[in-house]
């Protein structure tokens, strides 16, 4: 026991959706957290947090922190409530589930994602319970699905470089990423490889902090990554820069490969992505000549209709040039396949009992929620934010107003999802309970302790799913499991629980220096890179790399009435809708702004500081336009997710996103999106 008065430090884990899953120590004194730091001795921290997690503490102890149960007594998304007990909380909503449930548990549906990528407080305990219910399924790709789904079917599960060898890295591109915003120890990385001499290249549609500090920028349009990843094929066989012998060691169908790639000359490629030729022989000549070579994507590039294919098409370079014969050189979207979780041990899909439920996408839950059959009674959120941050806004919120729908939320505050809720459960945050971080920005394994009292009344996600499975009468003894047992289920035998609670972290895969693929033995089927993939043709798709153009392109038909791209990139001090609410750091974005090209403005009578209106099909919202040439011509540039009700005209850009899904992984196509801006 710590003497009163004295300083105690709690190793703990980011757990939010970052690559870069941070080690934290948190300085606690009487029972209450003073500071959060980075840890110096965890390699990936190294001793620094982002702007966001080094205020961590404002966030916990906020003055409008939800610390006691709620129910609703004003209209849905008023946001009026009552306090009320956890006994009556608990009660209303059993007596709310029971006979929906005894009807059909289907018309039950979770709705959850990354508010914590922890592997207890996000869909361990909650999972049981919705098995044992036997509620919808919800397809959850809101973020990474398409992405993730272009490069398994070429290079097998998401392992990636390690990131502590990009300083050895001789050339980095960086496709849709920006990682002074989303990844901000990669970047110091990246900034290492600089100093020693690495050249960096942006790929990017707008001029973000990331592409401001790179050698090169290339603005393509939106949408046609996939397309300039063929360009750059077609160049790296055409002049011969692609490492033959790696290529016919360790992959297969690249003949097939190459007569594709003939179709896509630079001119060509040009006029689809909106940039020149000559950006895109440098590019490939680049590639082709500076090694180690290293690709950071990042999934962005993939909210767009052939993101999938987009992100398919850039896992296919690096073997066409022997960039994996390095440890420094490859690919990095993700590093989660590096490591080995029980599912099955964790969510329990045997209490179904044999049951198949049907399955709702969350990232059209704006349809779902209107017109799904047998209909959505009642919805629980947990761990996310669908009304501020799914697409086509409106349509969303026109869901959750359903009278008839019986809406639960477990949540930190009162966002624009929670004002729509019957019941608003108060959760605790990281500083308050156990859990275990999964990374996908790394190579260790993460474990956060609790390093104070629950506030209030609030209790951790996994202890009100025990809670509900009582009420509900579930008595399967898997919901009398602790945390810990719970992130037991989850490691099996893949690591050292002790060691691991002990230290904080533990590293998972081989040493750094070890070039994971220099040899081949890729997770694929063949084993191989897969520029031909069997598994995608009996998916459906191309087996080859192919374009799929956006589905609302510059170039299109509806393009006459809005001949705008609006993308939505998130906002440096905000991480999706986390964090917005905090003021210090909302007072630093300062308000919601469009950035527009100069001659797109002058087109429109459009000055810096002007209250612009951005409207399509889909709705309209006012924001402030900044004049700037980060923008590039055609793009119009709506930094997120801010929260509706925090925005001058309660709206944001998902006002005017649409629910068109991806060519592959069935994923949202956020930045796949066109609009027309006019002055207020």
Request: glycine share 8%; with cysteine.
């Amino acid at each position: 026991m710590n003497a009163p008065g004295q300083i105690r430090i709690v190793k703990g884990a980011c757990p939010h959706d970052c690559p870069d899953t941070c080690a934290l120590e948190v300085e606690v004194r009487d029972d209450v957290a003073l500071r959060v730091q980075g840890a110096a001795l965890h390699a990936p921290t190294a001793g620094t947090l982002c702007t966001k997690v080094a205020r961590y503490t404002e966030r916990t102890y906020h003055a409008q922190r939800l610390l006691h149960p709620l129910k609703r007594v004003g209209p849905k998304g008023s946001g009026k409530f009552a306090r009320i007990s956890w006994d009556e909380a608990l009660d209303t909503i059993a007596q709310k589930l029971a006979p929906i449930a005894a009807e059909n548990p289907e018309q039950i549906v979770p709705y959850s994602y990354a508010g914590t990528m922890g592997l207890v407080q996000g869909e361990g305990m909650a999972q049981r319970f919705f098995h044992r219910l036997g509620a919808s399924f919800l397809e959850r790709t809101i973020c990474a699905a398409a992405g993730a789904a272009g490069y398994e079917y070429t290079l097998g599960k998401r392992i990636g470089i390690d990131p502590q060898n990009v300083p050895d890295a001789r050339l980095i591109i960086f496709w849709g990423a920006n990682p002074i915003t989303s990844s901000v120890h990669f970047w110091a990385q990246a900034q290492q490889a600089k100093r020693n001499g690495a050249r960096l290249i942006a790929i990017d549609p707008y001029r973000s902090l990331t592409a401001e500090k790179c050698h090169e920028h290339i603005a393509l349009l939106p949408g046609t990554d996939s397309a300039l990843a063929l360009g750059v094929m077609h160049v790296l066989i055409r002049d011969g820069l692609v490492d033959r012998a790696y290529v016919d060691a360790y992959t297969v169908g690249y003949e097939a490969l190459a007569a594709r790639a003939a179709e896509f000359d630079p001119a060509r490629v040009a006029g689809m992505c909106g940039i020149s030729s000559a950006q895109i022989e440098s590019l490939a000549h680049d590639y082709g000549t500076l090694g180690p070579a290293l690709i950071r994507m990042n999934y962005g590039m993939q909210r767009v209709r052939g993101g999938g294919m987009a992100a398919r098409n850039i896992t296919c370079l690096p073997a066409l040039v022997g960039a994996f014969r390095t440890p420094a050189g490859g690919v990095l979207l993700s590093t989660s396949g590096n490591f080995t979780m029980d599912d099955v041990a964790l969510t329990r899909p045997d209490l179904l009992g044999g049951r198949t439920p049907r399955t709702i996408n969350m990232s059209t839950i704006g349809v779902d929620l209107n017109a799904a059959e047998p209909p959505i009674k009642a919805l629980i959120v947990y761990n996310s934010n669908p009304v501020a941050v799914a697409p086509h806004s409106a349509r969303v919120a026109e869901g959750f107003a359903r009278e008839d729908l019986f809406t639960v939320v477990l949540e930190h505050f009162l966002t624009d999802t929670a004002d729509y809720a019957d019941i608003v459960l108060p959760a605790t945050t990281q500083l308050e309970h156990f859990d275990v971080v999964k990374p996908y920005g790394h190579y260790y394994l993460m474990a956060n302790q609790p390093a104070i009292a629950p506030l209030g009344e609030s209790k951790p996600n996994s202890e009100i799913f025990r809670l509900l499975a009582a009420r509900m009468g579930f008595s399967e003894p898997c919901f009398g499991e602790d945390d810990y047992a719970l992130a037991r289920a989850a490691l099996g035998e893949s690591v050292d629980f002790a060691a691991l609670c002990e230290t904080g972290w533990q590293r998972v895969g081989p040493a750094a220096e070890v070039a994971r693929f220099a040899h081949g033995v890729f997770p694929t089927d063949s084993g191989k890179v897969e520029f031909y993939s069997a598994r995608a043709a009996a998916d459906g798709h191309d087996p080859l790399p192919a374009y799929v153009e956006p589905a609302e392109g510059t170039a299109s038909e509806l393009a006459s009435r809005y001949p705008l791209a609006m993308i939505s990139p998130p906002a440096r001090n905000f991480l999706n809708s986390t964090f917005v609410n905090v003021e210090s750091l909302r007072s630093v974005e300062g308000e919601p702004w469009l950035d527009i090209h100069p001659d797109d403005a002058i087109e429109r009578g459009v000055e810096n500081g002007d209250m612009v209106r951005v409207f399509n099909d889909r709705g309209a919202m006012t924001l402030r336009a900044r004049v700037t040439q980060r923008a590039r011509p055609k793009v119009v540039v709506a930094l997120s997710i801010w929260w509706k009700k925090l925005s001058a005209d309660g709206k944001n850009a998902n006002e005017l996103t649409s629910q068109v899904l991806t060519d592959m992984g069935r994923a949202p196509t956020f930045y796949d999106c066109l609009v027309e801006v006019e002055r207020i």
